[in-house]
Structures are given as structure tokens and as C-alpha cells.
């Protein structure tokens, strides 16, 4: 009959389907195989792989092996073919104790991905023991009053073979007065002599059978035992216990020595035939007469040696009391005692793992490790809570098999902030008090490259002067990865955005930065680029940072001549005046510029050469010719100037001009003049043009360097102002002045002119002022007075100002004049 699947039963059918498919991948597989004791060392047991559909090609890369345990190893798995064979003789009787089925538990463990599979293995038993009795020969001593159907305890036979290969039959060599009996009891079968016939002492003092005992094997095997009866006169009472069965409950922990209980029978009869001796029945295990002894005359048991619950539970120990009678009486019993278990096992932790090394990117619920638990002790006391101590990012997952549990990630893990972890896993029992095991597993955290390169600030800025060698480093970047090994190497290079960068060059390993050409700051002044550090990870991370570069100018370019400038070319001029003009009559002025800035550009006139210093001075800052003195007739009509034009750098560079000034009568000189002016009024132009747009040019320059200082200090209050010096006659070059800051001092940069208000301290140099800070009251103040034009003479003058007390010096002619209020001065 078909079966026909509705489409309700195929979603029912697909959605179990797809449950049991979750389920095996995440719960682990049960085998059970069978094999007998005493098999070869190689026997293949089962072929698991085969039975759990894994690949025979991938179990070594998979690690495909047995779990060791606390016991020996009788299997082992072979990685070729997939089997579980026998590594070593199993011996079932040595593994396993009594007759109930023989099972040893087994963990198969395979990896990527983790997988553990439970294997029951049977040990079925084979015959390969032969029964025996604990003795050759047993005698009985027998009344001839004895009553028929009285019943005599043999020695049973023991065979370690268990089901049909223990003890199965006994039988006794044919004779009138006895028979055999075998009565079934709790884990044996026990043989008594049952008396079928009256005996006789005057026709027979002794009887010899043989007891054979055989298993149940093919073919069977069997042990006997000689029984010689004896019969003697009469004794008719046997003692007897108050009780066939005694139950005694004892804790494990009881200490050597105890009195455990104490037996009591009583024999009517009198004399010796009253007297009971007490003895243990010589059937029982061996361990039973280690662990407990029988007083004979008291009947008192007591405990020989320590008890362990988990070893064993339950002692039945055979007792018989025996008169002195002839021939004497047997009475028996049966002492039950049970062990109770105290908590006296810690928990036992055996820690799988799969590898001590875990990958930062882990995610969470990533199995680590397999944690199994066991404690020997039963009930509450075997019952263990696992946890892990501490705050680690890991927690335990259990199995679907009790105590078997899985250690997983349960947060994202940081290699930069933990770069190893010790996982405490720690079980405690139930019991009282507690029982406790501790298991430590440290894990290292394995790198990813999830960090980018970082510089230490974003924008860099770099001053570079100008004229640097070409091809020489200029400065360097660095940028640092918290990743470690490759992760953590940054190679170097520069984003080519403009055409300044092809000119840059980066050591992709140092970060050390050259420049292939040298930089002129008269043509660049600053630039930008972008240099991009990127990790040698898979794949890399990068980032980049703004590089701004300012150049800083050197005195490279030396002072040019516009005027006086003659038609090829050179710096030469003539100039005609009337002889009869007046001192401080203004012969021609020098032009001239510098395309430096600051003091590399700030130009000072001098006189190099002159035919009489009486009769022309230079303005050293304007460069204006002037005569001193009226002409005389002594004079002669044609001077040569040779006028020397210098910067003010480190290292000063100069041109020279040359003025010829020729004394003219009054009437030429103005005829003359006229000439000159008509024929020079284009050229004038050009050079005015010229002029003014360097001069433009120049002070753009400046009022953008004056907005930036401001904008940098506006924060900053200040204190002082500046007065400036006052002059009427100024038309010289161009008069600016910076400021700036450095530490607790501030620095002027003036020229030509300086201000009055301007202070100078100690450690000044040519036209750089430092500005004390106000604010130190008890500080002493310098004050210099600079170029000061009075009337055509210079007067250098320094002032001390030292509490009221002012003390001025003139140099020119090194006069002092104190005065001792400065505010009036």
C-alpha cells in the first residue's frame, strides 16, 4: 500500500527534516558494538566512520582519534580505514565484576568542525574460566539422629565466567544416603546435602563423595570437591540466631575499629553441647574477611579496614554458629551491611581542547574547548555545578549529555586589550560541605589586522628652509599600528596629488621624507601633499595625513639697483645742481630692492666711496644724497659717489651705485635740468611702474603675515603700546615690523625705524627687540633710542631706567646726562 504525502504532510516531513539536521550537527552521536573478551590486539570493533558517514580521507587532517581517559586505553581508532579496534586483551572479569552486561563508554573526537561521539562497547563474555572451590575437600560431621531431609551447606563452586558460562549444574557420585539440592539465591547457586537416608555409625563411620561443579559453555568445564561425612553420636539441638537476616547501615567514613553489631545465638543443650563458637562462612569473597572481623566467642563484628562507597556498597557476609557438641550443630544467618556514601570525592574535570590559540574575531558562541565532569560519590553528593570563575569572555554551554559541557565565546574578543586569558573552570559538588575542583585553561588571543595606522596629530607641519640639497631627507613621518608581526609593519608613500609631490620621495620603510630637488622661497612658499601608511595585513588597512610644509627664506638673493641705472644696463648715474645751493640740498635718492623678506630684505645705504665726505652725506635707511655744506669756489665741478646697498641677513649681500654729481652756474643747471627732465620722463615712468608694483607686492605680503600674527595672538592680551618716531622728511623704504612670541619673551622685528616704546633687554641683537613681560614690576628695563635725524646729525642714545633714576648717554660725543624723574624726561 503507498503511502500518499499530502502537501500539509510533505511541510511536516521538510520541517522535522530540517530539525533532526540541526540537531545532528549540534548533538553527538551514540554507537553501540559488541566484542568479545580475550579478543587479538588489532581486532577491529566497529567501523565508525563508515556507521557515521565521515570521510576516510579527512580523518587524520581532522585529528580523528579516541579521548584518553583516567583509565587504561583498550581501543584506538585507525585513521586509515576508519576502525575501532582492540589495542591491548581485554579481560572481562578483570573490567567488569558480577553477571550483568559488561559496558565500556568510549569518546570519539574529531575537529573542524568539533564533533564527540559516545561508543558503547559490550565486552561479551566467553568461557574461558574453569570453576573452582575455595578448598579440595569438605568434611561434615554428622549425627546418626539426624533426621531425614536434613539439609548440609556445600562449598559453592565460583566462576568468574558470567551467564551461561557460570556455574550451571552440580552433581554427586551415586550413593544410598545423600542427595544433591541446588538452591537459587540472590547472585549464586548454592548446593546443600540433603539426607535421604537414616545413617548408621555402627555400619559406617564415614562416607567419601565427589561434588562436581559445571558450567554452562561449549564444551563445559567443571571443578570437583571431595566430601567426607563423618557420623557421630547424638546431638540434637542446633544453635539458633534471634534473626535469619541482620541490616545494618554504616557511613563510609567509619572509622577502624568499630563495633559494628553483634550476633547472638543460643543451644539449648548443656555443657559443650551448649557452647557456640562463631565463624564466618568460608564462601564469601576475599575482600569481605579484609574488611570486617567476627569475634568467635562474642560475636561481635567489627571493622578491619576503610570502607569505600564507590568501590563497594553492600556487604552480605554468611555467619555460622556452631556448638561444641559431637558431633557438633550448625546454626547460620546472614549479616547485611550496607555502606552509606559521605561526600569524600571532589569532582574530577577533564578538559578537550581543541587548541590553546583562538583568532580575535571569533564570533560569539565559538566552541573553544569540550569540558567533561565526574564525582564518584552518588546522589547529592555526586551532583556537580560547573562555572567559570571571574570576568573572562567565555562561558559554558551544556551538552545533551549530563556533565559534558562546551566552553564558548560570549563576547567579542580584543587582542589589544587582553591578549591572553586564563579560564578558571571550577566544579563543586552538592554535598555537605562541598567538594570543589579546579581547572585551569589559558588561551592566547590570536591577531587580526582590525587596526589602521594611526599618526600622532593630523595635520603635520614642517619648516623647511629654503635652498635645501637635493635629494637629502627634509624631515619624516611616523605612524604606529597596535596590531602586532605583519599586521603591525606600515609601509610609507605619498599620494600624488599635484606637482609638488613628484618632486617629494618617501622611504616606504622609515617614513624618512627627501626632497629630489632644492626649493626656492621666492617661487614656492608652502605647499601640501598627503603621505598614506598602510599595514602589511590581508587585507591592509591604511590611513593617511595632511603634511603642510612651510619654506623659510634665506638671504639668497643680493639687493638690486633701479635707480640709478643706466641705458646698457649698470648702476650709473650723473647727476648736475647749481653750485649755489644750500646744505641739505637733495642731490638724487638710491633705489633699490631686495626679493628676500624681514631682515634679508631690509636694506641699509652707505657711502663706499666719495671724493669729499664734507660736502655730501647718505641717509643710511633712505638712501637720499644730500649736501652737507654751501659750495665754494675750491670745489671742484665733478664728484664720483659710490654708494654701497646691503641687506641685513646672517650673511649680507650687496650691489654697489655710482652717482656722478657735477657742479653746474645757476643758468645751465636749470637749463639743463629741463633737458634732462623731458629726455628721462620715460624712463622714470618704466621705473616708477616697476616700483610700485614690488613695493604692492611686497606689502601684501606683509599686511597678510600682520592679519596671520594678530589672528595667532588675538587671544593673548597685552599690555604695552608703541609710540613711533615722528619725522617729517620721511620718504624712504618701505617701514613694517613683526612680533612674535617666544616662551616668556616677545620679539619686534622693526626697519627702518624703531619704536620709542620698544624695550630691549639683555640678549638683543641688531633690530630684534624683546619685549619683557610687564607683569614682572622688579625687572630692569632697557631703552633704546634708534636713529634719531635731528637736523642732519645722528645721535645714538641708550637710557637705564632703574627704579626712577633715568641715565642717558649720548655716543656721538659720549656726554651722560642723569635725571632722576623719567616720566619728565
Known amino acids: 500500500m503507498e503511502t500518499q504525502f499530502t502537501s500539509s504532510n510533505r511541510g511536516w516531513f521538510g520541517f522535522y527534516f530540517t530539525i533532526l539536521l540541526i540537531v545532528a550537527e549540534q548533538v553527538l552521536a551514540e554507537l553501540r558494538y559488541s566484542i568479545p573478551e580475550e579478543a587479538k590486539d588489532g581486532t577491529a570493533v566497529g567501523y565508525i566512520a563508515k556507521d557515521l558517514g565521515l570521510d576516510k580521507a579527512s580523518l587524520v587532517d581532522r585529528r580523528f582519534r579516541v579521548v584518553p581517559g583516567s583509565k587504561e586505553a583498550y581501543f584506538e581508532v585507525n585513521s586509515d580505514n576508519g576502525a575501532l579496534q582492540v589495542r591491548r586483551k581485554i579481560d572481562r572479569e578483570e573490567i567488569c565484576h558480577g553477571s550483568g552486561a559488561c559496558l565500556m563508554e568510549l569518546k570519539i573526537l574529531v575537529e573542524n568542525p568539533l564533533e564527540m561521539h559516545h561508543v558503547v562497547v559490550e565486552i561479551a563474555d566467553v568461557n574461558d574460566h574453569y570453576p573452582s572451590f575455595s578448598e579440595n575437600e569438605q568434611t561434615f560431621e554428622i549425627g546418626e539422629q539426624s533426621s531425614l531431609g536434613t539439609r548440609f551447606q556445600l562449598d559453592a563452586a565460583r566462576d568468574p565466567d558470567a551467564g551461561i558460562n557460570s556455574i550451571r549444574t552440580y552433581t554427586l557420585t551415586s550413593n544410598d544416603h545423600f542427595d544433591i539440592e541446588v538452591i537459587q539465591s540472590e547472585e549464586e547457586k548454592v548446593p546443600y546435602l540433603v539426607l535421604k537416608k537414616s545413617l548408621d555409625r555402627e555400619q559406617k563411620k564415614k562416607h567419601v563423595f565427589i561434588l562436581t561443579a559445571a558450567d554452562g559453555g561449549k564444551p563445559p568445564k567443571s571443578a570437583t570437591l571431595n566430601i567426607s561425612i563423618i557420623v557421630l553420636d547424638s546431638n540434637d539441638n542446633r544453635p539458633a540466631f534471634n534473626k535469619e537476616t541482620y541490616q545494618i547501615e554504616i557511613q563510609e567514613n567509619t572509622l577502624v575499629g568499630t563495633t559494628l553489631t553483634t550476633l547472638n545465638a543460643t543451644d539449648p543443650d548443656e555443657g559443650t553441647n551448649g557452647e557456640i563458637e562463631y565463624s564466618l562462612s568460608k564462601t564469601l569473597p576475599r575482600k569481605a574477611y579484609e574488611v570486617f572481623r567476627l569475634d568467635s566467642v562474642s560475636g561481635e563484628i567489627t571493622l578491619e579496614h576503610a570502607l569505600d562507597f564507590e568501590d563497594s556498597d553492600t556487604f552480605k557476609l554468611d555467619v555460622q554458629a556452631s556448638d561444641k557438641g559431637q558431633p557438633p550443630l550448625i546454626g547460620r544467618c546472614r549479616v547485611i551491611i550496607k555502606i552509606k556514601d559521605v561526600n569524600d570525592n571532589a569532582p574530577e574535570i577533564e578538559v578537550t581542547s581543541l587548541s590553546d590559540t583562538v583568532s580575535e574575531d571569533s564570533k560569539p558562541g565559538t566552541v573553544i574547548s569540550l569540558v567533561s565532569v565526574t564525582d564518584k560519590d552518588s546522589s547529592v553528593n555526586g551532583k556537580v555545578i560547573v562555572e567559570i570563575a571571574g570576568n573572562v569572555p567565555f562561558e559554558l554551554k551544556p551538552s545533551y549529555k549530563e556533565n559534558i559541557y562546551s566552553v564558548v565565546t560570549k563576547d567579542f574578543l580584543d587582542r589589544e586589550k587582553e591578549q591572553q586569558y586564563e579560564i578558571t573552570i571550577k566544579g563543586t559538588d552538592c554535598g555537605d560541605p562541598p567538594l570543589s575542583a579546579v581547572k585551569i585553561l589559558r588561551i592566547q588571543i590570536s591577531d587580526v589586522n582590525d587596526n589602521r595606522p594611526q599618526f600622532s596629530q593630523n595635520p603635520l607641519q614642517f619648516y623647511l628652509k629654503e635652498n635645501n640639497v637635493a635629494g637629502a631627507s627634509i624631515f619624516s613621518v611616523s605612524a604606529t599600528d597596535n596590531d602586532v608581526n605583519k599586521n603591525a609593519a606600515v609601509i610609507y608613500n605619498i599620494f600624488r596629488q599635484n606637482d609638488v609631490t613628484s618632486f617629494l620621495n618617501v622611504n616606504s620603510d622609515t617614513g624618512q621624507i627627501s626632497a629630489l630637488k632644492s626649493f626656492d622661497f621666492e617661487t614656492l612658499k608652502t605647499f601640501q601633499f598627503q603621505v598614506v601608511a598602510t599595514d602589511s595585513g590581508t587585507p591592509s588597512l591604511s590611513s593617511n595625513v595632511t603634511v603642510n610644509v612651510f619654506i623659510l627664506d634665506q638671504n639668497d638673493n643680493a639687493p638690486v639697483i633701479l635707480y640709478p641705472l643706466s641705458s646698457n644696463g649698470s648702476a650709473e648715474g650723473v647727476e648736475e645742481i647749481p653750485r649755489n645751493v644750500n646744505a641739505g640740498h637733495l642731490v638724487t635718492k638710491v633705489r633699490a630692492y631686495d626679493a628676500d623678506i624681514g631682515y634679508n630684505g631690509w636694506l641699509l645705504f652707505s657711502l663706499q666711496e666719495v671724493t669729499d665726505h ?205 635725571h632722576t624723574n623719567a616720566r619728565q624726561w
Open 614 to 818: 664734507s660736502l655730501f652725506g647718505l641717509d643710511r635707511y633712505t638712501g637720499q644724497i644730500r649736501t652737507l655744506r654751501s659750495f665754494t669756489e675750491t670745489d671742484e665741478a665733478e664728484h664720483k659717489l659710490v654708494i654701497l646697498v646691503k641687506d641685513n641677513g646672517n650673511v649680507s649681500l650687496s650691489a654697489t651705485a655710482t652717482v656722478i654729481v657735477k657742479l653746474v652756474e645757476p643758468k645751465e643747471a636749470f637749463a639743463a635740468s629741463d633737458v634732462k627732465s623731458a629726455a628721462k620722463d620715460d624712463e622714470d615712468n618704466d621705473v616708477t611702474f616697476y616700483l610700485m608694483i614690488t613695493l604692492g607686492a611686497v606689502s601684501v605680503l606683509f599686511i597678510i603675515s600682520i592679519i596671520v600674527l594678530i589672528a595667532m595672538q588675538c587671544s593673548k592680551s597685552t599690555d604695552y603700546t608703541s609710540k613711533y618716531l615722528q619725522e617729517t622728511n620721511y620718504d624712504g623704504t618701505l617701514c613694517h615690523s613683526i612680533q612674535y612670541r617666544s616662551g616668556d619673551k616677545r620679539y619686534m622685528l622693526v626697519g627702518p625705524r624703531m619704536s620709542i616704546g620698544s624695550t630691549i633687554v639683555p640678549g638683543s641683537h641688531a633690530n630684534t627687540l624683546v619685549l619683557p613681560d610687564r607683569r614682572r614690576t622688579s625687572e630692569e628695563r632697557i631703552v633704546k633710542i634708534a636713529s634719531n635725524s635731528v637736523r642732519g646729525t645722528k645721535v645714538n642714545c641708550f637710557a637705564r631706567e632703574r627704579g626712577t633714576r633715568l641715565s642717558l648717554r649720548d655716543r656721538s660725543n659720549g656726554t651722560r646726562t642723569d
